[in-house]
């Protein structure tokens, strides 16, 4: 019964926080908001060692009626198994922390007890989706969550972009609840049912049949698994719907760290493992879900190597992440997409919630090129990032033990490998280039930051600061932007960051010196954050080294199917193939991992000319993935402008020119020349002639019911 | 309760109402109108609670024999019955909404309650030509209150109004003559039970489609709705999006669908046709609207067309879920008008672009606005949810095609409905004025906050609401039952492989 507190805690806390707002003070609702979440977080743990142990069982716990209508019902209900287990500790552990690191990053916000509402009414949201029991419950907690990320992204409502950036997350994902309310109604019309057990018990039984969609004739489950995935693509930001991610930093990054990359973004892995014995029943959907993942997790992280904003290095490359698990999922490794799912979270959040940190030490600025030397400025942040990126980027010895990613990730690139069919041959490829990506970027981001000279001198942001020392007029968030953002799209935004980079090139040492100080710190010192920032670091520190190498024997090793009970499909000999891929495949990971640092160590550390002579040498592909391969333009392009030109169409040209000059406005034409003829005995009123009309109608029918 | 004539009690307190408000000066009108309607949701959770779910099919039943054929007879259903609670639940907070009316105020607070009595009228007639009566002469104080106390350009708006519902009820009258003359009696119960002749059908459905589909309204004959919702005054707009909308749907499940079956299941591509087009193409232009009411009234002909959809799909799911959107539209649209007519009061523009981060000075309100907004986008916990889904799959079951369109809604409101709040609610404080607005008052909250709470009890526990109707639909759902269109769906059995077959799958791809 303790999940009912679980749940509910949080969804109490946001009312009560919410609507006390600011009238008790700032600290009631953050007592409230942050102790709900270390309650449900202290519950959680125990559940899922239970699970651990292999002494629980699944339980349903009923809440409310919800809905019947006709052979349709579905109502609240609370379901805790293995899966659920896993991702209440991922949800309420990185909550709880990402409440209290709030503490300290929002304390200068006037709407604290805002922000802390809508914290936790995400982590209620987010925990109805786990504990779902049916397909529409899911669905609630999913939407749930896409409403209060849109709240955290826009929670600075009032910068332009912001606003922009929380539509933009909203819609892109109605786009993904498209797919996942016509693959619920497939799923109903298919098994007269939205309940998940009944469902997943009945999935093999619709091995073969066909349905009719939209006018052909398709495999039954191919159509619903694909519906469903369309879904879970929108959440979890994979290619083609993964256009809100980035510009979701916008939120503050205690969200980005929550939402954005250990909990809301992994929903549509847990919503593929949740019904593997569906997906199980399509070949093609697993191809498609392989595929797509693996095309995500390339396309993203070459992008990342490229972005010089902190949070968007980070978004990209849980972007890429994400794709990792997609493509585990799709290679019939569900286990090994929870383990990442899990690992990552830990570390993801941390790398957030670090540069959240770096962030704070350094007045607002986020691009790296006015970063450097930070490392002996804020030295528990530095550790905790190199802690978490040594868990990203996979380091460890195969066979021996390693970081949390490493555990995982080599899970992942083995299962794709020993899956053995060609689409599985090419997520490992895509793996493997990505991991090699994904060692450069996050060590990128490391040494710019920390390494190096500093190169503060020629940010606005610590210019202002600087100013702001000097006695004048406190900074707030409204110029949290980078001076004016662009109103619309992330695209001008980029070209605003290009006008810093002709100012700043990142080589540079040289340049224009703000401050006589000639150290390139303009004379601002970055402090370390407060103890209620680093605890969590420090907490989250833990979980990405040994998070791997404590919890591989559960989700992937021999133990898996012990530990999931039939919460997830199992396939046994999958795991052997694993244990028996060629060594070449085991070490792969590890050497890319190597390359991808010592590229980043030669190009950031050693010869800061050679990013600028690769970028010369490339151009024209390092700007398309610089601008993200150009996503936003096109879909700027093919669906926003074209919509708004369609509305004012149909709206000028066919309500006002066609319907209604030729309904009303042609009859009234009509009327008032046929009344110039009239005029004489008639008032020439036309809503007189109507009455008239009306009055007869009454007479005829009178007469007719009398007769 | 039994023989208690309450639905008559419940016609008369508002027509009393009417008839004192015209005689009284405007404090005296105005408390008169808001105790008069007060006293009818009274009645009406009176009525409510004293309906006996799984009991007869009518209840509350009333006859009086007029003359010759036709008599004064009443009596309500679990349908009937939902939509009489949502009229009583919305009039005194369209009474509340009046409080900027200053000129002829007696007139107006009694045109409100005479559209009242229509409307329970409409709702409540069990005879044929008593319900055509309510039913055109809701249209006169309709059409008198945007006509008079409407915007600059309420001339031509409540014209157009008038015009386009005038228009299909002359056919409806018509064919109703005919139905009387072949079946023998004017009384509804019968008639819902009557085979008319399937050819026949045919032109009864298509008369009275031309008056529901206008009521409704659908695309194209939507027109008159947006120029009416942008010239009327805030409670006209309320009473207008929430009860005087729902006249179309009523009949479509009243009449239409039970008393021509036939003829509905011929037409229905006709009808997922327009409502295809009323969702895609009354959404992309609510999207362009500069002006809030205008906006709000296009997003409100997008909405009844998953009515139009749902109604259409010929199974429970459908006719329930078209019910509760109905229902939450009318709690919703209701909301949202009033939401506009909150800073209407204020600033007297309804142009989008002259307010602007109204979350700081007015909190509260943006608040209510993100509910309303939320419930309108259909977020799953809201009103908007329910029956949204439900019409949408119970669609899916006949047409995969038109339910594919129709769920693009879901985008394309989210859209429109969150660049609206955006261009209110976020955003800096650009003009002194909307930034210097007071926020919500007690009356305003008074009026906002019931709203609120039934826009989430109908979507955490919408069986409330599903209950009473659930016979009545179940009745329908199986007159239906001899014309259902098959579905294009059509899934096979499946070919299970036995498990060993499966394994050794397994094993064979490595």
Redesign the interface.
């Known amino acids: 019964m303790s999940i009912i507190l679980i749940v509910f805690l949080p969804l109490l806390a946001s009312i009560l926080a919410g609507f006390a ?1 600011k009238s008790l003070g700032f600290v009631v609702p953050k007592v409230l908001t942050t102790g709900a979440l270390f309650i449900a977080c202290a519950l959680s743990w125990p559940i899922f060692i239970s699970f651990l142990s292999g002494n629980a069982e699944a339980t349903v716990v009923p809440v ?9 019902t579905f109502d ?1 209900a609370l379901r805790v198994d293995a899966l659920t287990a896993v991702m209440l500790v991922v949800i309420t552990s990185v909550s709880a922390l990402v409440h209290l690191y709030s503490w300290g990053y929002m304390s200068e916000e006037p709407d604290q007890p805002r922000f802390f509402a809508y914290l936790s009414l995400f982590t209620f949201a987010m925990l109805m989706l786990v504990t779902a029991d049916n397909l ?1 419950q899911m ?2 907690g999913w ?2 969550v896409g ?1 209060a990320s ?1 709240l955290l992204i ?1 929670f600075w ?2 910068k ?1 972009s ?3 950036a ?2 933009k997350a ?2 892109v994902n ?2 993904g ?2 797919g996942f ?2 693959g ?3 799923t ?3 098994f007269g049912t939205v309940s998940i057990p009944e469902i997943l018990h009945a999935a ?12 052909h004739r398709f495999d ?1 489950m191919t159509v619903i698994c694909l519906l469903l995935f369309i879904g879970a693509m929108g959440k979890s930001a994979q290619l083609g719907l993964h256009t809100w991610l980035p510009d979701a930093m916008e939120g503050p990054t205690p969200v980005s760290a929550l939402i954005h990359a250990a909990t809301m973004v992994t929903a549509g892995v847990f919503m593929v493992c949740r019904l593997s014995p569906m997906f199980e029943q399509s070949a093609t959907a697993m191809h498609v879900i392989t595929f797509v993942g693996a095309a995500t997790c390339f396309f993203a992280a070459t992008v990342g190597c490229t972005q010089w904003d902190i949070k968007r290095v980070i978004a990209y490359s849980t972007c890429s992440q994400l794709g990792y698990m997609f493509f585990a999922a799709g290679s019939g490794a569900y286990g090994a997409a929870m383990f990442h799912l899990f690992t990552h979270a830990f570390f993801k959040a941390l790398l957030f919630l670090g540069a959240g940190s770096v962030i704070h030490a350094m007045h607002h600025e986020q691009d790296m090129r006015f970063y450097g030397g930070l490392r002996k400025k804020i030295p528990i942040t530095f550790w905790t990032m190199t802690a978490g990126t040594l868990a990203i980027t996979g380091v460890g010895i195969a066979g021996v033990a390693g970081f949390a990613g490493f555990h995982s990730k080599d899970a992942i690139l083995e299962a794709a490998f ?4 060609s689409v599985g041959t090419f997520a490992f490829w895509m793996g493997i280039f990505a991991a090699l990506m994904t060692s450069f970027y996050s060590w990128r981001l490391v040494f710019l930051t920390f390494f190096g000279k500093p190169r503060w001198n020629q940010s606005e942001h610590i210019q202002h600061a600087i100013h702001d020392a000097h006695g004048h007029a406190d900074h707030a968030h ?1 110029a949290h932007g980078h001076g004016a953002p662009a109103e619309e799209d992330a695209g001008e935004s980029t070209d605003h960051h290009d006008a810093h980079a002709h100012a700043a090139p990142v080589s540079g040492t040289s340049g224009p010196d703000y401050a006589d100080h000639g150290d390139g710190t303009g004379g601002y010192h970055p402090h370390e954050s407060p103890l209620v920032m680093l605890l969590p670091l420090l907490l989250l520190s833990l979980g990405a080294v040994f998070a791997g190498f404590v919890f591989e024997h559960y989700f992937v090793s021999d133990g898996e199917g012990e530990f999931w009970k039939g919460a997830l499909v199992f ?1 046994e ?1 999958l795991i052997h ?1 694993m244990h028996g891929v060629p060594v070449w495949v085991k070490w792969a990971p590890f050497t890319v991992m190597a390359i991808g640092f010592l590229t980043a160590w030669y190009g950031y550390i050693k010869n800061l000319a050679f990013p600028k002579a690769v970028v010369d040498q490339i151009g024209p592909v390092y700007t398309f993935v610089y601008r993200k391969w150009m996503f936003d333009e096109l879909y700027d392009r093919i669906f926003v402008r074209p ?2 030109w ?3 169409v ?2 000028k040209v ?2 006002i020119g066609v ?2 000059k030729f ?2 406005d042609g ?2 034409w009509v009327v008032s020349r046929g009344s110039t003829y009239a005029q004489k005995v008639q008032s020439g009123y ?2 007189s002639y ?1 009455l008239v ?2 009055l007869g ?2 007479g ?2 009178s007469w ?3 007769g | 309760m039994s023989g208690f004539p309450i639905l008559s009690l419940m016609l008369a307190v508002p027509l009393i109402g009417a008839l004192a408000c015209l005689f009284l000066e405007a404090k005296a009108a105005r408390t008169v109108a808001l105790l008069a309607t007060l006293v009818d949701f009274v009645l009406g959770v009176i009525l409510w609670m004293n309906f006996d779910i799984g009991g007869a099919q009518w209840q509350f039943t009333e006859r009086a024999e007029v ?4 008599s004064y007879a009443l009596g309500i259903d679990g349908i009937a019955l939902l939509l009489v609670m949502l009229s009583v639940f919305l009039m005194p907070i369209c009474i509340g909404a009046s409080r900027s009316i200053e000129k002829r105020v007696g007139e107006y607070m009694a045109a409100f309650l005479l559209v009242e009595v229509f409307m329970l009228g409409v709702f409540m007639a069990q005879d044929l ?1 008593l319900f ?2 309510f039913f ?1 002469a809701g249209l ?1 104080p309709m ?1 008198l209150i945007i ?1 008079i106390w409407g915007g600059a350009d309420r001339i031509y708006a ?3 109004f ?3 519902t ?1 228009l299909g ?2 056919l409806m ?1 018509v064919a109703m ?1 005919w139905m009387v003359h072949t079946a023998g009696t004017s009384d509804i119960p019968t008639l819902m039970a009557y085979d008319f002749d399937p050819h026949v059908q045919t032109w009864l459905w298509l008369a009275f489609f031309a008056s529901f589909a206008v009521k409704m309204p659908m695309w ?2 939507h ?2 709705l947006p120029a009416a919702h942008v010239q009327a005054p805030t409670g006209g707009s309320v009473i207008l999006a929430g009860v005087l909308l729902k006249m179309g749907g009523y009949g479509f499940i009243r009449f239409s669908l039970p008393m021509f079956p036939e003829a509905s299941a011929y037409f229905a591509p006709l009808v997922w046709g327009l409502s295809m087009a009323a969702v895609v ?2 959404s ?6 500069s002006d809030m009411k205008k906006l709000i009234a296009y997003s409100s002909v997008a909405h009844m067309a998953i009515v139009t959809i749902g109604l259409f799909a010929f ?3 459908g006719l ?2 078209s019910m509760l959107v109905m229902l939450s539209h009318g709690l919703v649209a209701g909301a949202l008008f009033l939401c506009v007519g909150v800073i209407y009061d204020r600033l007297h523009t309804r142009e989008i672009s002259r307010y602007g ?1 109204l ?2 000075n007015m ?1 509260r309100y943006a608040l209510f606005f993100l509910l309303f907004t ?1 419930a309108s986008i259909g ?3 809201t009103s908007g ?2 029956g949204e ?2 019409s ?2 119970g669609i ?2 006949v047409s ?2 038109t ?2 369109i129709c ?2 809604g ?3 409101g ?2 429109y409905m ?2 609206l709040y ?1 261009r209110v ?4 404080q650009k003009n002194a004025d909307a930034a210097a607005m007071p926020d919500l008052d007690l009356r305003e909250l008074l009026m906002v906050v019931p709203l609120a709470l039934a826009v989430l009890w109908m979507g ?4 409330s609401f ?1 209950a009473p109707m659930r016979a009545d639909i ?1 009745a329908l ?1 199986a007159r239906l039952a001899r014309a259902k269109p098959a579905g ?10 036995p498990a060993h077959e499966e394994a050794a799958a ?2 064979g ?2």
Do not use: C
């Open positions: 707002n409310l009626k919800w809905v019947a209508s006709g052979s349709m609240w529409v669905f609630f939407e749930g409403l849109y826009g409502f009032r332009p912001a606003g922009a929380a539509i909203f819609v109605r786009v609840d498209l309310m016509l619920i109604f497939a109903y019309l298919v093999p039984s619709m091995a073969g049949s066909t349905i009719g969609f939209v006018g039954t020993a899956s053995g069919s409204d396939h000999h193939a919509a708004f369609l509305g004012n149909f709206w066919l309500d319907i209604d309904g009303p009859a009234a036309l809503y109507a009309m009306l109608l009454v005829a029918i007719v019911i009398a | 003359f010759s054929g036709f030509y055509y009566m055109e006169i059409y006509g409540s014209y157009k008038f015009l386009y005038l009820s002359v009258l003559l194209p004959v027109t008159w193409i009354t992309l232009i609510a999207l362009v609207q199974n429970t799911q329930e879920g981060g979350a700081i909190p939320m977020l799953p916990g949810f329910v889904f439900l949408l799959g899916y079951q995969t095609g339910a594919l769920t693009t879901i985008i394309l989210a859209a969150l660049y955006r609610v976020f955003g800096e955490v526990y919408p069986e599903i179940a759902d294009d769906s059509k899934p096979t059995i499946g070919k299970a492989k397994h094993e791809s490595h």
